[in-house]
């Protein structure tokens, strides 16, 4: 928490990336000028999303992505909206994505690399649930204009710059970190600006609310049983929108842990390491949270797959700690 720059709340997202800026000598323009590109796209992807029901932009248009998920209208549009707006911004040199196979190189002379998940849960589109945006930022590691390589994508979530969300909720919220605390701003259509609503967020280090997707309980490991049971003899109670950004910001404001562990279906979990773990993992590291695989701290995990899925514990420090107890 950083006491230097406590902006007053209604602060306007630009006013306070510049000011926050201005307060940390190192920071270059670059950063700022991306968080901005990125909250510029996230205007426009939540008005597609908000208009999504009249003009029939809902629904499958029969690809898949890598996942062989069927890829939903609004995903697409949504991956397309951000690499354009990080291609035009020029501070980026390379994306990794959900809904693309391989690594985007935009060819610039950018500085960063950027995962993103450009529309998470887009399964609940059709049914008007909140989905969300998630996204982790590194510095490249080759030299700049030099080709874009898998060490520049594949890096440590240690290693991230920034990381954050946006929630297209009853309203639409930008959740993000630098790596001095956690910041949350709530968009106002009407005028086309994010306004500081949620000063230095953390996460009660104690929670009562558990997150999983119990239809998958006979094919848990032991120790994720066992936490479950935990959780009931707790009289928690059990809370799963089943869109991760949605449970995430929920937790993160009242305490809570959300969990995806291995499963019949997917032996390392559903949930991808570069552009959703990873990401939650510095912002809840930040609030004074926790993330693991149950076994490992999901941000020393040493990548070696564009796609790749780990078993994803995260949330109130003492309710992972105690579902990370049931491992050893
Ligand atoms: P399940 C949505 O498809 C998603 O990727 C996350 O947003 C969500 O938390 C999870 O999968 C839900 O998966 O297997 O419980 O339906």
Redesign the pocket.
């Known amino acids: 928490e950083d006491s230097r720059i406590a902006l007053p709340i209604g602060t306007t997202l630009d006013r306070y990336i510049k000011k926050k800026q201005d307060e940390f000598q190192f920071a270059t323009g670059e950063l700022s000028q991306l968080l901005r590109d990125i909250a510029l796209a996230g205007k426009v992807v939540n008005r597609e999303i908000n208009k999504a029901g009249l003009i029939n932009i809902v629904g499958a248009i029969g690809t898949q992505n890598v996942q062989g998920e069927d890829q939903q209208k609004l995903d697409v549009l949504a991956n397309i909206r951000f690499t354009r707006a990080l291609s035009k911004g020029g501070e980026a040199c390379a994306v990794i994505s959900e809904e693309d196979d391989e690594i985007v190189d935009l060819n610039n002379e950018g500085r960063y690399v950027i995962a993103i998940d450009p529309l998470?849960?887009s399964?609940n589109i059709d049914v008007n649930v909140s989905i969300g945006t998630i996204f982790s930022i590194f510095r490249r590691v080759t030299p700049v204009g030099s080709p874009i390589q898998e060490i520049d994508v594949l890096q440590k979530g240690s290693e991230q710059v920034a990381a954050g969300y946006l929630l297209y909720g009853s309203s639409t919220m930008l959740v993000y970190t630098t790596g001095h605390g956690v910041n949350g701003f709530t968009y106002e259509p009407s005028l086309g600006e994010y306004f500081l609503s949620h000063p230095n967020m953390s996460i009660p280090e104690q929670g009562k609310i558990y997150s999983i997707?119990e239809g998958s309980y006979n094919s848990f490991p032991e120790p994720v049983k066992k936490y479950v049971e935990h959780c009931k003899e707790s009289g928690h109670s059990a809370r799963y929108i089943?869109?991760?950004v949605a449970?995430f910001h929920r937790n993160l404001l009242k305490g809570g842990i959300y969990i995806?562990p291995q499963t019949a279906k997917d032996a390392n979990g559903?949930?991808r390491l570069m552009y959703e773990c990873n990401a939650l993992a510095f912002i809840i590291e930040q609030a004074g949270g926790l993330a693991s695989t149950g076994t490992q701290r999901i941000l020393d995990i040493e990548p070696n797959e564009l796609h790749q899925r780990v078993p994803f514990f995260v949330g109130s420090k003492d309710m992972v700690e105690k579902a990370e107890s049931f491992f050893n």
Do not use: E, Q
């Open positions: 998470d849960g399964s997707n089943g869109s991760l449970d995806y559903k949930l």
